[in-house]
């Protein structure tokens, strides 16, 4: 499969787990051009065990909400 470069706006960008620590420079209404950095945002968790980890990143990412303007750059 061939790899897109996409570009637009960041309409809203929620993650909306408040014991998920979120690295990332994303403001909302930010335009992200084609030559922007991959890495929009970081998006850690802890546990005390592995499973608990997984488990906590599962609900993290699923309660994450993007919502974008995309465009073929």
Excluded: N
Aim: net charge negative.
């Amino acid at each position: 499969m061939p790899h897109l470069v996409l570009s637009g706006l960041l309409d809203q960008v929620d993650f909306g787990d408040p014991s998920a620590r979120v690295d990332t420079w994303r403001a909302d209404g930010v335009e992200v051009s084609a030559f922007y950095d991959s890495l929009l945002a970081k998006l850690m968790v802890h546990g005390s065990t592995r499973t608990d980890a997984i488990s906590r990143m599962t609900h993290a990412l699923g309660v994450t909400e993007v919502r974008c303007l995309l465009r073929l750059a």
